[in-house]
């Protein structure tokens, strides 16, 4: 047995222990991009929360408590995103580091909704707004602090680390940069969009963007008969013509509404999650682009 692993390890020249990698669990698709994109070959990086899928509503499993035990490092927005969080980390008694993302970032406020939401599920509810990766400038503070826990859990790393955060950050600016020309070149009465829940407000002022919504900034918020009824007023008033599904959330109110206010849907905006591997936004780069451009095109 013993020669059989050193006749292994003399075929590869490797040290056993650069086989190893840090086993990284992030708690969306989109905090696990990041983390692959800054960990490259050191890490081993899993989601809980899939591509498509819901990080609000989503329901941890006896395999996820597993995952989040063999963990070195947990990386997660905050900001109330992740409601569920709180028990999984007790239940797999996680004692590696934890990432929080969004630590340090100036957050918005959720505004207040003017819907009732269903107080008793045992979900918390922030009143701050989780969805900071619409916003690529402040996305630099996910990047250093994904960066920094890295680097905590695996010191030997750290040039490594240092240089694919300095890559990946140059990249998010170019990207911020691009962006920033091309909502500028359309006039400002025009930049009005309507999506279901209201995860693009970080977007929306970041490129002067007026950005309604349906549901508040959790999927789990119900929407009023009444407030539709406001919106439907507020699209035909303001002749929103951009009005966008979400890749992970219930598209039914927003048909009706659509239909309501006479407005064509202008496509599928990839809200809290990536696309499948296969998809136009596999990555949170990809993701922004195509965002971007599927909205300046309801503009124009
Ligand atoms: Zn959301």
Do not use: C
């Not at 989109?30 to 050191?42: H, K, S």
Request: net charge positive.
């Amino acid at each position: 047995m013993m020669k059989k692993i050193a006749a292994v390890l003399l075929l590869t020249g490797l040290p056993a222990l650069a086989l190893a990698k840090v086993p990284v669990v992030a708690s969306f698709s989109i905090l696990a991009d990041m983390t692959r994109e800054i960990g490259g070959d050191r890490v081993e990086v899993v989601s809980l929360v899939g591509p498509d899928q819901d990080a609000h509503v989503f329901q941890p499993t006896p395999s996820d408590v597993k995952k989040v035990a063999a963990a070195k490092v947990l990386v997660v927005n905050g900001l109330g995103l992740e409601g569920w969080m709180g028990r999984l980390n007790k239940a797999a008694s996680f004692k590696g580091v934890t990432v929080e993302a969004a630590r340090g970032v100036k957050a918005r406020e959720a505004p207040e909704e003017e819907h009732d939401h269903g107080h008793d599920h045992g979900h918390d509810h922030g009143a701050l707004d989780p969805h900071v990766w619409h916003d690529p400038v402040r996305v630099q503070t996910y990047i250093g602090n994904i960066s920094a826990g890295l680097i905590k859990a695996d010191p030997a790393g750290k040039a490594e680390y240092q240089r694919r955060a300095a890559d990946y950050s140059a990249k998010v600016k170019a990207l911020n940069d691009w962006a920033a020309k091309q909502f500028a070149a359309v006039p400002a009465a025009k930049r009005k969009m309507l999506t279901s829940h209201d995860a693009f407000a970080y977007l929306g002022e970041r490129y002067q963007l007026k950005v309604m919504a349906i549901q508040g900034v959790s999927t789990e918020a119900e929407a009023s008969a009444k407030g539709v009824a406001q919106l439907v007023r507020q699209v035909k008033k303001e002749q929103v013509k951009a009005v966008f599904v979400e890749n992970m959330s219930d598209k039914r109110l927003l048909e009706q509404l659509s239909k309501e206010a006479k407005v064509q849907i202008g496509g599928k905006l990839y809200a809290d999650a990536l696309s499948a591997p296969s998809g136009p936004a596999p990555s949170y780069l990809a993701l922004f682009r195509y965002n971007v451009e599927t909205i300046l095109k309801s503009f124009r």
